[in-house]
């Protein structure tokens, strides 16, 4: 047993895990070994209890319409827990669906209207002109490379949504498009941070494909729970897959 460990919450990891965005924690997983860091993984799903004090990092993956909706049901009866536990600087990613359920709505492909939990400000549409006033169900999908204004680091994924997402005002993106349609296919902006949340749509996965980033989200959460150690230092004295 190592003598530090980081509590993990795959939220609805069962439902929504497109693409294999349980690999974000496998990646996760990877670089913690490294740096003598166990990491206890728990499914929390349909039914369960989520208690924001028990989790220092947080995965909410990408699904379905149909599992996005079933989930978004869900999720009501834990957003008082998970808010808390973003209010709290909680590291939290989520991957499209989830990063979609975060925010106010979801327009489903069929034109169903399902609330998301509001606890943060961005909402999904699928109208998709500039006056979002047209429905177009056109899915947004390929090979997409986006670069983040503050640390300069470039992401590349995949992604493959039909909703399109609109940041709000205490939101930032996670990059702007290099090449490739991000949030929306028209303002440039691909995925979210707000505290410790990082929302993308990438699929891939995301920190397997960008160790830096997971790299980053290792830290954080790291930090947050012993804040004594430099964890910085140690993850940088070990290599960054990125490909
Ligand atoms: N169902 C959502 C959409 O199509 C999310 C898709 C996903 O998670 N890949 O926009």
Redesign the pocket.
């Known amino acids: 047993m190592a003598d530090y460990t980081i509590a993990v919450a795959h939220l609805y990891g069962d439902l929504?895990n497109?693409?294999g965005d349980y690999g974000n924690i496998i990646a996760l997983t990877y670089y913690a070994k490294q740096i003598d860091v166990d990491v206890d993984y728990q499914l929390v799903s349909l039914g369960d209890d989520f208690d924001a004090d028990k989790y220092d990092f947080v995965l909410f993956?990408?699904?379905?319409?149909y599992?996005?909706t079933i989930v978004a049901h869900d999720l009501q009866d834990k957003a008082i827990q998970v808010k808390q536990y973003i209010e709290n600087d909680g590291p939290l990613l989520a991957?499209?669906?989830?990063?979609?359920l975060l925010g106010h709505y979801?327009m489903?492909?069929d034109g169903t209207k399902v609330d998301g939990i509001g606890v943060m400000d961005h909402y999904?549409t699928?109208m998709h002109d500039p006056k979002l006033t047209v429905r177009n169900n056109e899915?947004l999908t390929g090979n997409i490379v986006i670069k983040n204004n503050e640390t300069g680091e470039e992401y590349h994924g995949f992604?493959?949504?039909?909703?399109r997402t609109f940041l709000g005002e205490s939101e930032r993106a996670l990059g702007t498009i290099v090449s490739g349609n991000g949030n929306n296919g028209m303002d440039q902006t691909e995925g979210v941070i707000y505290r410790n949340v990082y929302g993308s749509?990438f699929?891939g996965p995301i920190f397997t494909r960008n160790g830096n980033l997971a790299k980053r989200v290792l830290t954080t959460a790291l930090t947050r729970k012993y804040p004594t150690i430099d964890w910085q230092s140690k993850l940088n004295a070990i290599p960054t897959e990125t490909f």
């Open positions: 929504m497109t693409y993956g990408g699904g379905q319409d599992e996005e991957v499209c669906g989830g990063f979609q979801m489903m492909a999904t699928n899915r992604e493959n949504h039909q909703g749509y699929h």
